[in-house]
């Protein structure tokens, strides 16, 4: 059970606009930044979006993310079929004495 | 360039002590002001943050604190893993990532991970 929610899968057809959500709490999105991983097939993951909205150098001008209150969204324009691949948000939980949480992944399929 | 790159064995014992090793190249492990991290990841599941160390300053996820440990090796330039105890629930894809401060979830390069089973 992961403590970040995220839905397990999402699809799209190439072109279209998909969003993946990821919900947390007080403790954890609610006070700290949220950050995307692209995990593709047999790979280690790899950052996509940093400080809620901002992309690495590198990254396409088409994923974008955003914050509001305990949830977080990733934007995916004019998917592509290499956009395929498992999506994990992050951010730093402050109960207990603290944790780094992960939300569960989200399998993109480009249909 | 920044690499990573884990090391140790596939196949643990139950209630043995896993040990993995993550070798550092382009940066000292203890220059550049730089945390590292380990993270798992079970078969097909998602990710578990497992904890980081910064010199020997070390931060470890909460569940998980009882049994493990993270040292550094600045002379060989690597990190270590140790968890002890292990079932096989502890079989994963184990990463080292590389990150900004303790409480920071930017990781970035990550090893190409290597994965460990528990069985007897």
């Known amino acids: 059970q992961s403590v970040l929610t995220q839905p397990p899968s999402a699809s799209g057809t190439p072109g279209q606009r998909v969003t993946i959500s990821c919900s947390g709490s007080s403790s954890n999105i609610g006070r700290n930044d949220v950050y995307w991983y692209q995990q593709l097939p047999g790979m280690a993951p790899k950052l996509l979006i940093y400080?809620?909205?901002r992309r690495p150098s590198g990254v396409p001008d088409r994923f974008s993310g955003s914050k509001s209150g305990t949830s977080a969204s990733l934007a995916i324009s004019g998917l592509r079929s290499e956009d395929e691949a498992d999506y994990y948000c992050a951010a730093w939980d402050d109960s207990l004495s603290g944790s780094g949480v992960f939300g569960g992944g989200t399998r993109l399929t480009v249909l | 360039q920044v690499q990573l790159q884990e090391s140790g064995p596939g196949l643990v014992k139950p209630s043995q002590t896993l040990s993995l090793t993550c070798t550092v190249s382009?940066?000292?492990?203890?220059?550049?002001?730089?945390?590292w991290t380990w993270i798992r990841q079970h078969p097909g599941k998602g990710l578990e943050w497992i904890g980081n160390i910064y010199h020997s300053e070390t931060y470890y996820n909460p569940s998980l604190k009882s049994r493990v440990t993270i040292s550094a090796d600045t002379s060989k330039g690597q990190i270590s893993l140790k968890l002890t105890s292990v079932t096989a629930a502890d079989t994963a894809v184990y990463y080292c990532?590389?990150?900004?401060?303790?409480?920071?979830?930017?990781?970035?390069?990550w090893g190409q991970g290597t994965l460990v089973t528990v069985s007897s």
């Open positions: 990532a590389r990150t900004l401060t303790h409480r920071d979830t930017w990781f970035g390069p």
């Open positions: 382009g940066v000292s492990v203890t220059g550049g002001g730089y945390y």
């Open positions: 400080d809620n909205n």
